[in-house]
Structure formats: C-alpha cells, structure tokens
C-alpha cells in the first residue's frame, strides 16, 4: 500500500463557549488512503462535521485546534488563509447535507461553475463552461439544463449538481457531510449509486460522515466510529460489522437491525455534554460491560487485528 494521501494526527478541537469550552475532538488519528472511502459515523454531536470542518479550515474564529493536519505531506493547520483557500475547492472538495445553503438563488448553474473554475484556475469563460457542460453530464443531468436557476431542480439533482461541482476542479479529496439526509429514499439510493460510480470513474478519496450504517455498508472501505469526540474504532467495513470490538459500535449495528425488523432499539441514554464529560472511557455511563477501570481510565486506541482498532478495556473479549 502507497502512503496515505490525509493524515489527521492527535486532533483536537475546542469550541469556545460562554458556558467553557467544548471539547469537540480529542485527540483523533486516522489515515485516508488515495482512492478509498472512509466512512464517519456516531450519533449526532460526536464531532463528525467538527472532523470535516478541521479538514477544510473553516472552524470559527476563536476555535482552540492542535495536532496535525497533513494532505499529500503539507501541514494544512499551518497555512495562512489565502493559501488555505486555494486548497479549498482544488484539493478538498466539499458536499453538505443541503445544497440549497450553497447555491445562489440569483445565478444560474452555469454562472455558479464558471465562478468556481476560475476562482482557482486560469481558464477562459467557453473553456469552463464546456468542463461544467462535461460535469453535469457525467452526474446524469442534460447539458441544456445549465441555464437553469438552482430552484427548477428536484432535491436529488441539486445534489448531482453540487457533486459535479465539487469534482470539476478533480479534488484529491472529497469530504461529504451527510450528503444524502435531506432526500427520499429512492433519490438516496440513486445518489450512493453514483458515489459508488464515483470511486471506480475518478482517482480521488472520501470521506463520506454519515449517521447511518447501512450507507456505510452500501458504499465504504473502511469505517471511523466517533463517540463523544473520541475515535473508538476503526477497521475495514467487513472488520467491523463482522466482528465490532467496541460496545458502541455493536450498539449502533444493533440500532440498524433492529430498525429493520420495525422494532425502535437504540443505545439507551445519550451522547454526554462534551464540556464536561465523564472521566476515563466516555461511554462507561452508557455500557453494559463497563468495570471499575472503565470509569478510571481512560482505554487507549489498540491494534487487535491487523488494521482493526478499538478504544475499549475489554476489545478482546469481541474478537
Ligand atoms: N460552532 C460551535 N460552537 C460551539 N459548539 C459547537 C459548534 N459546532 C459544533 N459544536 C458542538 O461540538 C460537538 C460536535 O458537533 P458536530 O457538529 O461536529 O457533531 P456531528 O457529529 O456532526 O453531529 P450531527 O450528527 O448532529 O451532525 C457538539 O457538542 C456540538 O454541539
Ligand atoms: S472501556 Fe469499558 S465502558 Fe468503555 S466501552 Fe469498553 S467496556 Fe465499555
Ligand atoms: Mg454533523
């Protein structure tokens, strides 16, 4: 295996608060390799788009960050803003959860390609308008509709359109933040088929965050398992559905059958307040197997497979 292409080394993130600070991300390290998927997933407030936002730099001023941020070796948190910016876009792409807040209401998709193209490249408005007409048709939308004002499109295509827009500048990274919530099931199915599509068509890595395991079974590689800002596992897609080695990840598996058999199980409790979270394992409140050790320290990310890690006292016991 090549290096990898992203590498995120004892992150933190800090939101500075009235009531403190949140400690969104505590110390995370985690590869993504060229090509593959790495799926995101916990519950809601774990610090998965706090990761995504790490990446691109677009965390709010006055945000505490440490550790490192490394694309195809350059040091990201380093970076003065400006040169941030070029990296934005070029080689980090982006895709959120509702396009809507991304398009301009007033500019057609044509208007908004051509200010993305040369916002970043030196390129004439005919040769962007004809890299946009070949990005739109490569996500199944009709060159024709380039005229068109975001509004006249389904949920779906404004979706295909914001994918298009993303890979037109051909990013080494794309970062997709819930990028199928907002749409129906049908659409959602048709939108992971085109990731899907995506991994074989294009040379470029994902990172897909989701809530939903069941889209990280359809489309992922390998899966990072968040729980109160901390990484708890990380392994292949088969690695941990197969064999999940942390009691939270074996929740949110059971939460998805469960869901399919119609009957409502989910982890009891909730996610603790991440300004002052409880000592030693995070998710000791919340876990069946959890001993004195588990409320005193605080268990270390190990290795108990190659290439499978747990943050967990008691990981061997699942294997
Ligand atoms: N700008 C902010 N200022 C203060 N706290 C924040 C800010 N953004 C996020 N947080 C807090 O940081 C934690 C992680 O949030 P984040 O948005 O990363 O979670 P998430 O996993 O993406 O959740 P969801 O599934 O709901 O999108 C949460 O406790 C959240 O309330
Ligand atoms: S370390 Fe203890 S509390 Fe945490 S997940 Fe493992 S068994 Fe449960
Ligand atoms: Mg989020």
Not at 226 to 254: C, D, M, N, W
Not at 264 to 281: R, V
Not at 285 to 294: K, N
Request: aromatic share 6%.
């Amino acid at each position: 295996m090549t290096g990898p292409l992203l590498r995120v080394q004892d992150l933190y993130v800090h939101y500075s608060t009235r009531r403190g600070y949140v400690r969104a991300l505590e110390g995370i390290t985690l590869d993504v390799y060229p090509s593959e998927t790495l799926g995101i997933v916990g519950e809601t407030g774990c610090g998965k788009s706090t990761l995504g936002k790490a990446i691109l730099g677009i965390l709010p001023p006055r945000t505490r960050v440490s550790g490192q941020i490394l694309l195809a070796g350059v040091e990201l948190t380093k970076l003065r803003r400006e040169e941030y910016r070029m990296i934005r876009g070029k080689d980090i792409a982006l895709i959120f959860q509702d396009p809507m807040t991304r398009l301009n209401p007033l500019m057609t998709i044509e208007d908004h390609f051509i200010e993305e193209i040369q916002s970043h490249e030196n390129v004439s408005k005919n040769m962007a308008r004809e890299r946009a007409r070949e990005a739109l048709v490569s996500m199944g939308i009709h060159e024709s509709r380039i005229k068109n004002y975001p509004h006249e499109f389904s949920g779906g295509m404004r979706q295909r359109i914001m994918i298009a827009m993303a890979l037109v500048l051909k990013p080494s990274l794309l970062i997709a933040d819930e990028p199928t919530t907002s749409l129906d099931v049908i659409v959602e199915s048709q939108i992971l088929e085109v990731f899907h599509d995506l991994k074989r068509g294009y040379k470029m890595s994902l990172l897909l965050i989701t809530h939903n395991m069941g889209t990280v079974a359809e489309v992922c590689d390998r899966v990072a398992v968040l729980y109160a800002g901390r990484l708890v596992e990380i392994g292949s897609v088969k690695q941990v559905f197969h064999k999940p080695l942390h009691p939270y990840t074996q929740g949110l598996l059971a939460s998805i059958i469960h869901l399919e058999t119609k009957e409502l199980h989910s982890i009891e409790g909730s996610p603790p307040d991440l300004i002052s979270p409880p000592e030693g394992c995070h998710f000791h409140p919340r876990c069946q197997f959890a001993q004195p050790i588990c409320v005193e320290k605080d268990p270390p990310l190990e290795e108990f497979e190659p290439g499978h890690f747990a943050a967990c006292h008691f990981g061997d016991k699942f294997l």
